[in-house]
């Protein structure tokens, strides 16, 4: 994944060793980042610095998470957050997603997990932000609509580059034939589906993929991209 220079992530939690950990952590990945340990602090805070992203803790003094996250919602809906809590009644979970919360973490947790749900909230929410997005040996430039394999620059058409970037991004997952034709040629599209086995096999070639070990065919199911 890349790095998050120029993102803003405001961290709100009353544990001083948890807002250091993060604080080293997302700094170390480009981050601008303020920490606040309780909820008055972090609106205080929030409507000068103007985060990107909020990492807020539920349970802390003077102002709790939840109602934190209603009022940071109701001042900057733009903005993303992410619950971070050691409850794991699913009652607080979906009171925070209720609330606005965009993303919801139990403590204890890992801190690649929580870098890859911030990745998720920026693509989502903020891409234009994201100059490259790192999957494995692949770079991928949306502003340039670009895609490297290793330092190649693949040559791609247009749509070959949102299948790749569709894949891509859903790495891991299973896609099937109609959800690829959803997202890559629209609802309407009135084709066969075979041109996806089309496409799919010309990205393969480009990539070398001989033995389909980047791009799996799961008979029945779809495609499954897999990257380091």
Known sequence: MSHLEGIKILLVDDEQSILQ??????????????????????????????????????????????????????????????MLTAKEDVNDRVQGLMLGADDYIVKPFSFSELLARIHA???????????????????????????????????????????????????????????????????????EQNIVEVYIRSLREKLGDKEHRIIRTLRGAGYRMDVE
């Not at 993060?22 to 972090?42: D, F, K, P, Y």
């Not at 040629?185 to 009135?190: A, V």
């Open 21 to 82: 950990f993060l604080e080293l952590g997302l700094s170390n990945e480009g981050a601008i980042v303020q920490t606040a340990e309780n909820g008055l602090e972090a609106l205080k805070l929030a409507a000068v610095f103007k985060p990107h992203i909020v990492i807020l803790d539920v349970m802390m003094p003077e102002l709790n998470g939840f109602d934190t996250c209603k009022q940071l919602k109701a001042d900057a809906n733009e903005l993303a957050i992410i």
């Open 121 to 191: 909230r920026i693509r989502n929410q903020f891409p234009m932000l994201l100059s490259t997005v790192h999957y494995g040996s692949f770079t991928l430039d949306d502003r340039r609509k670009e895609i490297k394999f290793g330092q190649e620059v693949l040559e791609l058409s247009p749509t070959e580059y949102e299948l790749l970037k569709l894949l891509l991004s859903n790495h891991g997952t299973v896609l099937s034939k109609t959800v690829i034709l959803d997202k890559v040629w629209s609802y309407d599209f009135g084709g």
